[in-house]
Nanobody, 128 residues
Framework: QVQLVESGGGLVQAGGSLRLACAAS????????MGWFRQAPGEERVFVAS????????YYADSAKGRFTISRDNAKNTVYLQMNSLKPEDTAAYYC?????????????????????WGQGTQVTVSS
């Protein structure tokens, strides 16, 4: 069982930056691939970024490439999402997720169904 708690969301102007963090409980954090998803009102939850258990491989949605960076610190049981050059269309609730697979499959890592545990979400609002 893993419990995930996101933090770091807030209101920021377009062009600004935010760093989201997701703290995991338990001593098996390093055995989980981690992902970030987001969901805007009235829309489905979509993939943003993922990272393998050891942090060696990352994947990004096209909308996040070049602007967002996912990283993890297994010693601190935490995964991060650094978001730069934010746009109004990045406004959404952001969720972190933990999956039991390796996270090395680009196809599977982008699927919400590949993740077993989810946080409660943190709101990001980007004003124009």
């Amino acid at each position: 069982q893993v419990q995930l708690v996101e933090s770091g969301g807030g209101l920021v102007q377009a062009g600004g930056s935010l760093r989201l963090a997701c703290a995991a409980s338990g001593r098996t954090f390093s055995s989980y691939a981690m992902g970030w998803f987001r969901q805007a009102p009235g829309e489905e939850r979509v993939f943003v970024a993922s990272i393998t258990r050891d942090g060696g491989t990352t994947y990004y949605a096209d909308s996040a490439k070049g602007r967002f960076t996912i990283s993890r610190d297994n010693a601190k049981n935490t995964v991060y999402l650094q978001m730069n050059s934010l746009k109004p269309e990045d406004t959404a609730a952001y969720y972190c997720a933990a999956g039991g697979g390796s996270g090395t499959s680009s196809y599977l890592s982008r699927r919400a169904t590949a993740y077993d545990y989810w946080g409660q979400g943190t709101q990001v609002t980007v004003s124009s």
